[in-house]
């Protein structure tokens, strides 16, 4: 079983960054694909990034979110981050991490994925 706990959610203006922290207990984080969703309100989840398994680098973006947005594993601190920059009002929204016994990186369904946090909302005013 593994717990994932996300934190770093907050308000800030359009162009400002956040960082997103996924803690995780239970079982190391290492061997697992993790990805990072979002829903926002009326919406259905929605797919943002994912870091390949296996202490793995490569990484995995949607579009809306390529070239502004960093995923990233500290294998030694049990955690996932999720560097956001150039946020965008149509960034709102509650962000999830998640862990896949899938080897990945391209793992953009939540199907796909065995265990989700809580969650922490992130809202851009413009």
């Known amino acids: 079983q593994v717990q994932l706990v996300e934190s770093g959610g907050g308000l800030v203006q359009a162009g400002d960054s956040l960082r997103l922290s996924c803690a995780a207990s239970?079982?190391?984080?290492?061997?697992?694909?993790m990805g990072w969703f979002r829903q926002a309100p009326g919406k259905e989840r929605e797919f943002v990034s994912t870091i390949r398994g296996s202490g793995g680098t490569t990484t995995y973006y949607a579009d809306s979110v390529k070239g502004r947005f960093t995923i990233s594993r500290d294998n030694a601190k049990n955690t996932v981050y999720l560097q956001m920059n150039s946020l965008k009002p149509e960034d709102t929204a509650v962000y999830y991490c998640?862990?896949?016994?899938?080897?990945?990186?391209?793992?953009?369904?939540?199907?796909?994925?065995?265990?989700w946090g809580q969650g922490t909302q992130v809202t851009v005013s413009s």
């Open positions: 998640a862990a896949s016994r899938l080897l990945g990186p391209v793992l953009p369904h939540p199907k796909l994925y065995d265990y």
């Open positions: 239970g079982r190391t984080l290492s061997s697992y694909a």
